[in-house]
């Protein structure tokens, strides 16, 4: 659109502006006596001119389909996944320690509740869906896995404790013990 008005050519050099012509002063005569100020031309009257234009509107969607959500400006504040991520890592954080803690098996399943919680919250609260999910799943198989390794620690302790020979062993440490601790 620039490119049409005058000196934009790029093939002519820049023309310099120049001031308006001016009459030739006439030559000195006998004093004028002062006329009346002069009277400009009436001129019609325009419009009022904006003191700033304002931006091109977005095209309106045609009726009888559906408008799309306000896409998020400078100001939309980003909404929040606090919970959403507090439900993933518990979620995974207990199913990974109702593996490696066996030994503390119920650490693991509480983990996997509290993540369970609040996954369920996130989601009540439309945060992110997608880590709400998965903080739920990740939470459920935490609690299964601490109740699979609790059973299978008190199944081996069971069959342990009918041992006879686990009961000697257990015997004879007990004996060794009294003896340390009389001497």
Do not use: C, H
Not at 5 to 13: E, I, K, S
Not at 104 to 131: D, T
């Amino acid at each position: 659109m620039s490119e049409n008005l005058p000196g934009n050519d790029p093939q002519q050099p820049p023309v310099p502006p120049q001031a308006p012509p001016q009459a030739p002063e006439a030559p000195a005569a006998a004093p004028v006596p002062p006329a009346a100020a002069p009277v400009p031309p009436a001129q019609p009257a325009a419009a009022p001119v904006p003191p700033y234009t304002q931006a091109p509107q977005a095209p309106q969607a045609p009726q009888g389909y559906p408008q799309g959500a306000p896409q998020g400006g400078y100001g939309a504040p980003a909404p929040s996944k606090g919970l959403a991520i507090a439900g993933l890592v518990l979620g995974i954080v207990g199913l990974v320690l109702s593996v490696v803690l066996f030994f503390l098996p119920g650490f693991g399943p509480l983990l996997g509740v509290v993540g369970i919680v609040l996954s369920i919250v996130a989601l009540v609260k439309r945060q992110s869906k997608p880590m709400a999910v998965t903080g739920i799943i990740t939470g459920a198989l935490a609690i299964v896995v601490g109740v699979v390794v609790w059973i299978i620690l008190l199944a081996g302790f069971a069959q342990l404790a009918d041992d006879p020979q686990f009961q000697q062993e257990l015997e004879q440490q007990l004996q060794q013990l009294e003896e340390q601790s009389q001497n």
